[in-house]
């Protein structure tokens, strides 16, 4: 069986290797903190696709674990523990968690966000029920049960009830909107879920034990109902004729069902038969409720289950354990072993057939019949699951309970020397008879804790606190039973082992105690308060019978049966011996005659005798019997045996204490084997001393609160003279500081106002030096605004002479510029001028080689049209010779029309052609005067361009020359005047084209108004040099004129050309017109 250890772990798998098959746990896992702490499991459910469940453990966490993808996860924290789960919503993402604080949340286990939060419960929710739809819930408490919508998260109704009758169950029925509550007076009643309208209530038998109905379980078609309490009794109802159809009784070691669940098949059709029954002893036990078989079950005594839960698709079972750990059973598993032989715990000894399998004694049914209630006349059939007698008259006293034969325990006690450890608590409910008596039980604990053992732990410290408050319990319940047990001060040492051993049944351990003080502590009382002399005399006598040396040796060193026997009895060997010594020895006590315990006294002694005997201070025994100590257990239980049979009868201890006896059932036996005046004298000391206990410390408080009200008024009167007096000093202190601070401040101002003085004369030093250097720094600013105007004169100076050169060069390029521009635009004209010349030739030639093939087409149309009138005519000669009718005359009239009509259209459609001809020739010449106005526009562009730069040029000289005049003679330098010889371009025209003449000019003195000069020499002759702006002036001027010239030329010769055009192209016209008349 594999453990996981989810510890800490927000996910993870479930198992590290595959689950073997044929196992039937599949996986524990536990849960343990960084301190080796286990975290219990309290509650699980499964969803509605029985691969996935819930767990919540103590610490308020939910994880989730998904059996068929091996997975767990962390899906929240809550931070309280929860006291039931729901997780078959409609919205398969979210479950619902009821916490201890009432309150019942919905939490989505994929984006662990908080869905809804209800509230409205006052105490502690037992059960959540979803309806099959997944809409609606019914959370039940103890006092109150309500009904909740999922959609809205809203209440729809509550159900109240009277605080004496208390709800143990209400669910939904599945399949079915009916809501069935179960009270505690075990009346269950049905529900209409909408209406929340009686349906009906089921009946319940009057006769017989009542069973106190907690367990309830419905199969999954919702026609049959089992309930279960506190007896091994379960009602099997079919609610389809709401009649109780079958009372089955479980086994005898069944007192109380906690659990029902039922085992789904997937072909029973929702018709469940196997039902699965935990009880009070932690094992669940699955039968058939028709066969009334036990199939098989889950748990043991030392492996108990607390809960438990069965998915819906009937293949896992998962426990939670009384460990607080999780086991995943597999039912496929379980179901394997159905032919195999059940534990030894379940199994008869008996002296029958030695070949008869225990199963079969498991599972044979033998049939009786009840009497039903006075309602109903039917007859219930009732079976009881329980193995056939076969005792026979030899050993029928040495019969135990469930089945036990002490005779045959004892041998295999002799045998092994113990017991399993597996059934040794059920070994010895069988030898002790232990009658669970609940009813008694629970009136003793309802008395609350003894006041005797009300301040145990002072006295008595244990680390466990579980173990702490059930030792105090079954202490009280013994002082409630009998007085003189809340007088013993050793009977915590009695109990406490027993306590230990049972602190998960407190009634068994009560009954446990009591069976052991009532047989094996017989005769301890009588003395009381002093111990058992008579017992210990026994002892003693015993003693001396069998080893006569070693009494002797005990009593020449002083020391008597109270100090080797009574430590022993008292503790029932608890502080001398182990765990598994104990039990070993335990064993074999309640399995022989209650003597039996002071021959183990005796045995212990003896089998101790080499080291006693080396004993001799009463401290050295004292610790011995106090301390555990090295002892073959097997060397003492047989030296115990010898004991009990060497003996003799005088004195053996047999012949004074009685045989056992088992507690009676239903009341516990009255225990008064003690002197009971000095009990009850003690047990009014006690509690006179209690009262005055009690008076004295109410008399105690009071004067305690006196005292703290006068030491209170004492410290506060302490406290106000103590201030005045600090008061009345700091007084005093706050005025001499305020005198010095005075004092002080007077000759700060003094030294202020110095300062002051001083930081003037400082300022106004300061203001001075500031002024002059002020005045030097404006002083430098000018001298160097000086120097900068200087260089920037300087720098504009070189600048103007260098753009001036930049301009005279821009100048001639730019004339260069223009003419060839002018020489462009010349070839550009003649190319304009040859190419509309020869498209209107060619539209011409065009008109003419059409107007021809018209004519040539006219001329054969009109050749038809004759060739045509003569066969007509000819025809009609001989119409009219041959005496034709009229038809064919009219005939030849009409088609004489039509060629008529047809010589009309003609004609009509030459003059159109003419019309068109001149719109042509007129589109023609408006398109030569468009082009011939742009040339025009773009040559008066160009001279008006070339009139701004000389208007430009002209200023750009004026202010040349004013700043030459304005700089002094001495700054002017020039170069010497040297003559050359510049070339000057005229642009005429001849009759033939443009032409270009070249001049000289030899000298600048020279200069007509047709040229530009250069270089100019001053009227003064100095060696200066003078640049004149007027270069290439005329030059320009004369330039423009002729190109404006031949301009004009151009345009008459184009206009003569388009005219010549035109004229040509109107006589063509004419002459068209008069060959088509």
């Keep these: 069986m594999e453990v996981t250890d989810i510890g800490n772990k927000e996910e993870g798998k479930i198992w590290h290797r595959k689950p073997t098959p044929g196992k039937g746990v599949l996986v524990t896992v536990v849960r343990t903190t960084q301190q080796a702490k286990t975290v219990r499991f309290h509650h699980v459910a499964f969803d509605t696709t029985g691969d996935s469940f819930l767990a919540g453990d103590h610490h308020g966490n939910i994880y989730v674990f998904d059996i068929s993808r091996n997975r767990f996860r962390l899906v929240q924290r809550t931070g309280q523990a929860c006291t039931a789960l729901a997780f078959s919503l409609r919205r398969t993402t979210e479950f619902l968690v009821a916490l201890a604080d009432y309150t019942i949340k919905c939490f989505d286990k994929d984006t662990k966000q908080l869905v809804s939060w209800m509230r409205g419960h006052e105490g502690a929710v037992s059960s959540i029920s979803v309806h099959s739809s997944g809409r609606y819930a019914i959370t039940t408490s103890s006092d109150t049960a309500q009904l909740w919508d999922l959609d809205t998260f809203q209440r729809k109704r509550r159900l109240n009830i009277r605080q004496s009758v208390g709800i143990q169950r209400v669910f939904f029925l599945p399949l079915s909107n009916t809501i069935l509550s179960c009270f505690s007076d075990d009346s269950i009643f049905a529900w209409e879920s909408d209406t929340l309208f009686c349906k009906y209530q089921l009946p319940v038998p009057d006769c017989g034990p009542k069973i106190s109905y907690k367990a309830f379980a419905v199969t999954r078609d919702g026609k049959s109902l089992v309930a279960g309490g506190r007896t091994n009794l379960l009602h099997l109802w079919c609610l389809d004729s709401k009649q109780l159809v079958r009372v089955i009784q479980m086994p005898t070691q069944v007192r109380t069902v906690r659990q029902l669940e039922f085992l789904p098949d997937s072909f029973d059709g929702g018709a469940s038969q196997t039902l699965g029954v935990l009880s009070q002893d932690g094992v669940m036990r699955f039968i058939n409720i028709h066969t009334c078989k036990l199939l098989f079950h889950m748990g043991s005594h030392d492996d108990a289950i607390t809960a438990a839960a069965v998915s819906p698709n009937g293949r896992h079972v998962v426990a939670i354990m009384d460990n607080g750990s999780i ?6 598993s379980l179901t394997q072993e159905l032919n195999k032989p059940p534990p030894s715990q379940v199994a008869v000894v008996s002296d029958g057939d030695t070949n008869q399998e225990l199963s079969n004694l498991k599972v044979k049914v033998r049939s009786e019949t009840v009497q039903r209630p006075a309602m109903s006349s039917r007859r219930t059939q009732v079976k009881i699951l329980r193995p056939p007698a076969v005792s026979t008259a030899d050993d029928k006293e040495n019969e135990l309970p469930a089945g036990l034969n002490k005779k045959r325990l004892v041998a295999l006690l002799k045998a092994f020397g113990e017991y399993p450890a597996k059934y040794r608590m059920f070994v010895w409910r069988s030898l002790l008879c232990l009658p669970e008596n609940h009813a008694a039980y629970s009136s003793l604990t309802d008395k609350g804790l003894h006041s005797a053992y009300l301040t145990l732990h002072d006295k008595y410290p244990i680390k466990s606190h579980k173990l702490q408050r059930g030792l105090q319990r079954v202490l009280s ?36 105690v009591a069976t052991v003080i009532v047989n094996w502590c017989q005769h301890w009382f009588e003395y009381f308060p002093n111990p058992p002399l008579n017992i210990l005399s026994m002892a003693e006598n015993v003693l001396a019978h069998h080893d006569k040396e070693l009494l002797q040796h005990l009593v020449d060193c002083g020391i008597t049966s109270q100090l080797y026997v009574w430590p022993l009895l008292e503790t029932l060997f608890s502080e001398v011996l182990t765990r598994d010594e104990w039990l070993r020895l335990f064993d074999n006590i309640f399995s022989n005659h209650p003597s039996f315990l002071i021959m183990a006294c005796v045995a212990y002694i003896t089998c101790c005798r080499e080291p006693l005997l080396l004993c001799s201070q009463k401290q050295d025994f004292e610790y011995f019997f106090h301390h555990r100590n090295n002892l073959d257990m097997g060397a003492m239980i047989k030296e115990g045996y010898r004991l009990m049979s060497n003996t003799p009868a005088d004195i053996h201890p047999r012949n004074i204490l009685s045989d056992f006896t ?15 005046f000095i009990v009850e004298y003690q047990s009014q000391e006690r509690e006179k001393i209690r009262l ?39 007084e005093e202190q706050r005025r001499n500081i305020l005198a010095q601070e005075e004092e ?63 301009a005279v060069q821009d100048l001639e390029i730019r004339q260069m510029e223009l003419e060839a521009q002018r020489r462009r635009l010349e070839q550009h004209l003649l190319k304009e001028q040859e190419r509309t010349g020869r498209e209107v030739e060619e539209e011409v030639e065009m008109r003419m080689r059409e107007a021809e093939r018209e004519e040539e087409s006219y001329t054969e149309l009109l050749h038809s049209t004759e060739t045509n009138m003569q066969i007509l005519e000819e025809s009609l000669a001989e119409a009219c010779q041959l005496g034709l009718e009229s038809d064919w005359q009219r005939e030849v009239a009409e088609r004489l029309q039509q060629v008529d009509a047809e010589q009309e259209r003609k004609r009509e459609r ?26 025009w526009d773009d040559v ?40 050359s010889a510049t070339s000057a371009v005229h642009v005429g025209t001849n009759g033939t084209g443009p032409a270009i003449r070249h001049n000289t000019v030899t000298t600048p003195r020279q200069a007509g108004t047709n040229m ?30 002729e190109l404006l010239k031949e301009i004009r030329e151009l345009r008459q010769k184009l206009a003569a050309r388009a005219r010549e055009g035109s004229s040509a192209s109107s006589q063509s016209v004419h002459t068209l017109s008069s060959v088509s008349q």
């Design 940 to 979: 008066m562009s160009t001279r008006a361009k070339l009139q701004e730069q000389r208007q430009t040029w002209s200023s750009v000289d004026a202010d040349g020359q004013r700043h030459t005049r304005t700089r002094s003679p001495g700054l002017i330098r020039g170069l010497s005047l040297r003559p």
């Design 477 to 512: 319940a013994l002082a409630h039973w009998a007085a003189i047990f809340g007088e013993v001060e050793y009977l915590p040492l009695v109990a406490f082992p027993f306590v230990k051993l049972f602190q998960n049944n407190p009634m068994l351990c009560f009954e446990v």
């Design 744 to 806: 002080k401040l007077t000759q700060q101002r003094a030294k202020l106002a110095a300062m002051k003085r001083e930081l003037k004369v400082k300022e106004l030093q300061l203001l001075d030096a500031s002024r002059r250097r002020f005045l030097k720094h404006q002083q430098n600013l000018r001298a160097s605004q000086i120097q900068r105007l200087d260089q920037e004169i300087s720098r504009k100076m070189d600048l103007r002479e260098r753009e001036t050169a930049a």
């Design 662 to 676: 088992p507690l009676t059932k239903g009341q516990y036996p009255v225990f008064n084997h003690y002197p009971e």
């Design 327 to 332: 086991n995943i059973y597999s039912v496929q």
């Design 692 to 730: 005055q206990e009690m008076e004295y410390l109410r008399e105690r408080q009071e004067v305690s609160a006196l005292r703290a009200d006068f030491l209170r008024h004492q410290a506060e009167e302490e406290t106000y003279y103590t201030q005045q007096e600090l008061l009345q000093k700091a």
């Design 1012 to 1041: 530009v000069c250069l270089n100019s020499r001053s009227p003064s002759e100095s060696t200066s040099t003078n640049f004149s702006l007027d270069r290439g002036r005329a030059q320009l001027d004369s330039s423009e004129r």
């Design 910 to 935: 030459l003059a159109e052609l003419h019309r068109q001809t001149l719109a042509e020739e007129e589109r023609l010449a408006d398109t030569m005067r468009d082009v011939a106005g742009r040339k």
